[in-house]
């Protein structure tokens, strides 16, 4: 009997037009973890607001980092999923899903039922825990699993941000860079609302949130808080690159407010670049495909603020994709 290895990523366009953005946006946006405020405050400002404005910006910038083939994250994803299954052999299924568009999770969890593996080992692949990734992704998985007749085993991975693994396939990727020729390092992740940091330090952290130095080891209490998370990987980077401390800063970018997770990756930019930094280099730990925000937020934008501040360049360290490093990761990290 076989087992099978379910690797989900956040998702993306179809295409990059307003009909195909603003319907992944649509997904995206409704679901109650992404904007966690009521059902129908929810529904005025996604689907009144957001999205049929920000659906033709937005189609815009996807349009500036698409192939010929397609979109980079899905393109990427895919060749994972490929050698994966190259790497884990005849023995497993490999299958791979997108929490919003396509390919969906139930169709692809459907397809893993009719070849019936004894054990679905579930992988979102997210590094650090956050309800609006990671926990949107479990709970509907597990929803659709939960109305099937017969229930397989079931192997759920909610984070792997220090798994030795996936710090050693980054550090591969940041030694590919002479860091000496670079006056600072930055390692940026993916912002969220602090609301959200502290509504999961109340239910899951006996409401030890200081927004500050609680994050500065891992512990019981914040051992699925996504800033505690962001911090011990670059701790671990920073340690394996042996970048001094005054040398490297960590950040979240694509805030969609003021009231999200500081320090925000393009101020600090711009900030350094006014200091009289000229070469900046930018680690994307939160993100294991390149896509837009990394591509073209990191790559492009964050390029021209380092240069309208007197900076020269900002160069972006590579995602993961699907490096055969990272693929040996992936089957550690997914089997145990």
Same mark, same amino acid.
């Given at each position: 009997m076989k087992e099978a290895i379910l690797l989900i990523n956040l998702g993306t366009p179809d295409a990059p037009?307003?009909?195909?953005? =603003?319907? @992944? /946006?649509?997904?995206? !946006?409704?679901?109650?973890?992404?904007?966690?405020?009521?059902? &129908?405050?929810r529904f005025m400002l996604v689907n009144?607001? &957001?999205?049929?404005?920000?659906?033709?910006?937005?189609?815009? !910038? @996807?349009s500036n980092?698409?192939? %010929?083939?397609? #979109?980079?994250?899905?393109?990427?994803?895919?060749?994972?999923?490929? %050698? !994966?299954?190259?790497?884990? =052999?005849?023995?497993y299924i490999v299958e791979l899903a997108m929490r919003y568009q396509t390919p969906g999770i139930k169709e692809v969890l459907e397809k893993l039922r009719l070849q019936r593996p004894s054990k679905i080992h579930i992988l979102p692949l997210y590094p650090q825990y956050a309800s609006s990734s990671t926990g949107?992704?479990?709970?509907?998985? *597990?929803?659709?699993i939960g109305t099937w007749e017969v229930i397989?085993? /079931?192997?759920?991975? #909610?984070?792997?941000?220090?798994?030795? $693994?996936? &710090?050693?396939a980054l550090l591969e990727e940041g030694?590919?860079?002479?860091?000496? %020729?670079?006056?600072?390092?930055?390692?940026?992740?993916?912002?969220?609302?602090?609301?959200? &940091?502290?509504?999961?330090?109340?239910?899951?952290g006996g409401e030890t949130c200081q927004m500050g130095a609680c994050c500065n080891s891992i512990t019981k209490n914040n051992q699925f808080c996504y800033r505690a998370n962001c911090f011990e990987t670059t701790r671990q980077l *920073?340690? =394996?690159?042996?970048?001094?401390?005054?040398?490297?800063?960590?950040?979240?970018?694509?805030?969609?407010?003021? $009231?999200?997770? $500081?320090? @925000?990756?393009?101020? *600090?930019?711009a900030d350094l670049a006014k200091s009289g930094a000229k070469n900046i280099l930018v680690f994307s730990p939160a993100f294991v495909a390149d896509c837009l925000e990394t591509i073209y937020e990191i790559g492009t934008e964050y390029n021209e603020i380092c240069k309208e501040h007197g900076g020269e360049t900002v160069t972006l360290v590579n995602s /993961?994709?699907?490096?055969?490093?990272?693929?040996?990761?992936?089957?550690?990290?997914? !089997? =145990?």
């Open positions: 037009t307003p009909s195909k953005v =603003g319907k @992944y /946006l649509t997904e995206f !946006l409704n679901d109650k973890r992404v904007i966690d405020i009521n059902a &129908i405050g009144m607001v &957001i999205v049929p404005f920000r659906r033709f910006k937005s189609a815009k !910038l @996807y980092i698409w192939t %010929k083939e397609g #979109s980079p994250l899905l393109l990427n994803s895919i060749d994972l999923k490929q %050698k !994966l299954q190259q790497e884990v =052999g005849n023995n949107s992704t479990i709970e509907e998985v *597990v929803r659709i397989p085993n /079931l192997n759920i991975i #909610s984070k792997f941000y220090d798994h030795p $693994k996936f &710090i050693e030694k590919k860079y002479d860091l000496n %020729k670079y006056d600072h390092v930055i390692f940026s992740y993916h912002g969220l609302p602090e609301r959200q &940091i502290r509504k999961a330090s109340a239910h899951y *920073v340690k =394996g690159l042996n970048i001094p401390a005054d040398k490297h800063t960590t950040t979240f970018q694509s805030r969609l407010d003021d $009231k999200w997770l $500081k320090p @925000y990756s393009d101020k *600090v930019i /993961l994709n699907s490096n055969d490093t990272w693929v040996k990761a992936v089957k550690a990290i997914a !089997l =145990g």
